[in-house]
């Protein structure tokens, strides 16, 4: 025994602790196979390595299902994006806001034509002119698109935010990360959504969750 504990090489004791230190790491937490290698130790000591999107974001026509569904019927994928990145409540509301928008924008431009129709079919005066009513019912309805469509903007940044905190995604961190998350929601929502949308089902099938801790390097932001 003592002539086998002495062909021991001396890097056996720092190799097994490290195998050990790795085998106590949650199995969904590894990184997936397309990102990189790098990251810094969370809460718990563990490496939380940096993820990338699945593809840039005006390269929407790299997933054609997911480009067509955020198109067609924006709703379903912020909901299902919220709900793979656990933020189901985010979710819920944010596509309830969305349904809300188009339904109230579709009901402004029914009304207005119907009103429109209804005028010229009782005077051939081809001037229209609102009407009182019509002009309180159509500010008000305004004033509540806009308001819907300025929480759909934040709730929006607020999900892309937390997807990049909690899947450690990107290199930018603090405020950088920020400026550019709200100017992609911003500028395009619909390719920021799809983006998210395409990430969050790579991540699904690669069997990625949501760290439980944020990593150090976001905590102190």
């Not at 929006?156 to 603090?174: A, D």
């Not at 395009?188 to 690669?206: D, G, N, R, V």
């Given at each position: 025994?003592?002539?086998?504990?002495?062909?021991?090489?001396?890097?056996?004791?720092?190799?097994?602790?490290?195998?050990?230190?790795?085998?106590?790491?949650?199995?969904?937490?590894?990184?997936?196979?397309?990102?990189?290698?790098?990251?810094?130790?969370?809460?718990?000591?563990?490496?939380?390595?940096?993820?990338?999107?699945?593809?840039?974001?005006?390269?929407?026509?790299?997933?054609?299902?997911?480009?067509?569904?955020?198109?067609?019927?924006?709703?379903?994928?912020?909901?299902?994006?919220?709900?793979?990145?656990?933020?189901?409540?985010?979710?819920?509301?944010?596509?309830?806001?969305?349904?809300?928008?188009?339904?109230?924008?579709?009901?402004?431009?029914?009304?207005?034509?119907?009103?429109?129709?209804?005028?010229?079919?009782?005077?051939?005066?081809?001037?229209?002119?609102?009407?009182?009513?019509?002009?309180?019912?159509?500010?008000?309805?305004?004033?509540?698109?806009?308001?819907?469509?300025?929480?759909?903007?934040?709730?929006?940044?607020?999900?892309?935010?937390?997807?990049?905190?909690?899947?450690?995604?990107?290199?930018?961190?603090?405020?950088?990360?920020?400026?550019?998350?709200?100017a992609c929601v911003f500028c395009?929502?619909?390719?920021?959504?799809?983006?998210?949308?395409?990430?969050?089902?790579?991540?699904?099938?690669?069997?990625?969750?949501?760290?439980?801790?944020?990593?150090?390097?976001?905590?102190?932001v």
């Open positions: 025994m003592g002539k086998l504990e002495s062909e021991i090489p001396p890097s056996y004791e720092s190799a097994t602790a490290n195998d050990g230190m790795a085998s106590t790491s949650h199995p969904n937490e590894m990184p997936p196979k397309y990102s990189p290698v790098s990251g810094e130790p969370d809460a718990a000591g563990q490496i939380r390595a940096e993820r990338i999107w699945s593809h840039e974001m005006f390269f929407c026509f790299s997933d054609i299902s997911s480009c067509l569904m955020t198109l067609l019927c924006p709703c379903v994928p912020e909901y299902l994006t919220a709900k793979a990145a656990k933020l189901k409540r985010i979710g819920i509301a944010l596509a309830l806001t969305t349904c809300a928008s188009v339904l109230l924008s579709l009901l402004i431009e029914c009304l207005w034509t119907y009103q429109v129709s209804t005028m010229a079919g009782n005077d051939n005066e081809t001037e229209i002119k609102e009407t009182p009513a019509m002009s309180f019912t159509s500010k008000c309805l305004g004033s509540l698109v806009s308001c819907l469509a300025i929480s759909r903007f934040l709730m929006g940044l607020y999900l892309r935010s937390q997807i990049r905190r909690r899947f450690n995604i990107g290199l930018g961190r603090g405020v950088s990360a920020d400026l550019e998350d709200a395009c929502y619909s390719c920021a959504l799809c983006q998210e949308f395409s990430t969050m089902k790579k991540f699904e099938k690669e069997g990625v969750t949501p760290y439980a801790y944020p990593p150090m390097a976001m905590q102190h």
